[in-house]
T-cell receptor, first 118, second 113 residues
């Protein structure tokens, strides 16, 4: 069974500084994808970035980068140059890819609330 | 571009009543999901489907049922509603091949009184 753990219930960061949101995962499957989503107070789910288990390079998308350490089973999100609009709940998720024991299943962590201070 | 459409957006249900939450996607995605999100909490998977005619339980399936007769639709049925089912429900879909993100509907806010 897959499990996603986000150990930081809340994080605070000063505007323009970088922040790292932690995510660890557990799976016995070899082929999987890791995702980060943002949920602002309005409630919608906004996709940010993804990383495949076979990707050797860390994913980057604008101010977002994913620090993927496969041996440690971690997929931390790094937000550079934080902005006030980054204040939101952030979720890490994992999906087992085709051929896995529970392929297609998309599991989310508990989330981290990020607050950006001016 | 409609994407993932959920109806209704809000609903108040009395204890013991039943209802169906509708979810439709127009992206020809094979994978579809239902989640519930309690206030300040994460998303818990209720049911998911990897294609028409195929459904599987997630973490919290009790009290819910699903069906997947077409690629586009994935309705969630609540039987005998209980206050513990008060939550925000999200439907999502994704393309099956490769590492592709899931697209979410806007959510249904359900209150059981």
């Amino acid at each position: 069974a897959q499990k996603i753990t986000q150990t930081q219930p809340g994080m605070f960061v000063q505007e323009k500084e970088a922040v790292t949101l932690d995510c660890t995962y557990d799976t016995s499957d070899q082929s999987y994808g890791l995702f980060w989503y943002k949920q602002p107070s309005s409630g919608e789910m906004i996709f940010l970035i993804y990383q495949g288990s076979y990707d050797e390079q860390n994913a980057t998308e604008g101010r977002y980068s994913l620090n993927f350490q496969k041996a440690r089973k971690s997929a931390n999100l790094v937000i550079s140059a934080s902005q006030l609009g980054d204040s939101a709940m952030y979720f890490c998720a994992m999906r087992v890819l085709l051929g896995g024991t529970s392929y297609g299943k998309l599991t989310f962590g508990q989330g981290t609330i990020l607050t950006v201070h001016p | 571009n409609a994407g993932v459409t959920q109806t209704p957006k809000f609903r108040i249900l009395k204890i013991g009543q039943s209802m169906t939450l509708q979810c439709t996607q127009d992206m020809n995605h094979n994978y579809m999901y239902w989640y519930r999100q309690d206030p300040g909490m994460g998303l818990k998977l209720i049911y998911y489907s990897v294609g028409a005619g195929i459904t599987d339980k997630g973490e919290v399936p009790n009290g819910y049922n699903v069906s997947r007769s077409t690629t586009e639709d994935f309705p969630l049925r609540l039987e005998l509603a209980a206050p513990s089912q008060t939550s925000v429900y999200f439907c999502a879909s994704s393309y099956p091949k490769g590492v592709t993100e899931a697209f979410f509907g806007q959510g249904t806010r359900l209150t059981v009184v």
